[in-house]
């Protein structure tokens, strides 16, 4: 099974200054299909996870751009370039090429 | 607009079983793989169950295989999770997901 490591466990975010989360995969996340598997999800409080960034990179519709996803193989990286108060939540990375496994989660604060 | 609905879930006792459903709206459901995830309280999310859009391919979790079955019917647009032989670790918000969408999620509680 492929474990998805997140660090860290929390964040307290600085409204306006930026932030970052690392996900690291036990396997690569790069399909045959040249595509890499790798979700970026935000949960908000009391809410269901919303998806943020698909296939390493690429901002789902209605994402604000200071969002944005980076990394290959097994390292990956969400950026907040301006943290903003509607960003708290929980933050999960997921790997999608064999079956699915999610992060353990970031807890972002302000 | 997509929407998804869960429901079904309640209280049920160790050793019970309970059948969830999702009613799809707003997109060809028939054209879309769906998943269930759980997560406990107080915990992250865990993959349960995926199922393709024909309904001819189905995966699970370690932890639920061979008590919990997914199915689906397109002609109702509805995804359904029947779970058996309920553990207490089972208890936790169920949400299906489209991976770009998901529901509001339904809580199953197993407790005595």
């Known amino acids: 099974d492929i474990v998805m490591t997140q660090t860290p466990l929390s964040l307290s975010a600085t409204p306006g200054q930026p932030a970052s989360i690392s996900c690291k995969s036990s396997?690569?996340?790069?399909?045959?299909?040249?595509?890499?598997?790798l979700y970026w999800y935000l949960q908000k409080p009391g809410q269901s996870p919303q998806l943020l960034i698909s296939?390493?990179?690429s901002r789902f519709s209605g994402v604000p751009d200071r969002f944005s996803g980076s990394g290959s193989g097994t390292d990956f990286t969400l950026k907040i370039s301006r943290v903003e108060a509607e960003d708290v939540g929980v933050y999960y990375c997921?790997?999608?090429?064999?079956?699915?496994?999610f992060g353990g989660g970031t807890k972002v604060e302000i | 607009e997509v929407q998804l609905l869960e429901s079904g879930g309640d209280l049920v006792q160790p050793g019970g079983s309970l059948r969830l459903s999702c009613a799809a709206s707003?997109?060809?459901?028939?054209?879309?793989?769906m998943n269930w995830v759980r997560q406990a309280p107080g915990k992250g999310l865990e993959w349960v169950s995926f199922?393709?859009?024909?309904?001819?391919?189905?995966y699970y979790a370690d932890s639920v295989k061979g008590r919990f079955t997914i199915s689906r019917d397109n002609s109702k647009n509805t995804l359904y999770l029947q779970m058996n032989s309920l553990r207490v670790e089972d208890t936790a918000v169920y949400y299906c997901?489209?991976?770009?969408?998901w529901g509001q999620g339904t809580l199953v509680t197993v407790s005595s």
């Open positions: 997901a489209r991976w770009d969408s």
């Open positions: 707003g997109f060809t459901f028939t054209n879309y793989a």
């Open positions: 199922i393709s859009g024909s309904g001819g391919t189905t």
């Open positions: 396997q690569s996340l790069l399909h045959s299909d040249g595509k890499t598997y």
């Open positions: 296939e390493v990179s």
């Open positions: 997921m790997q999608a090429i064999h079956l699915n496994t």
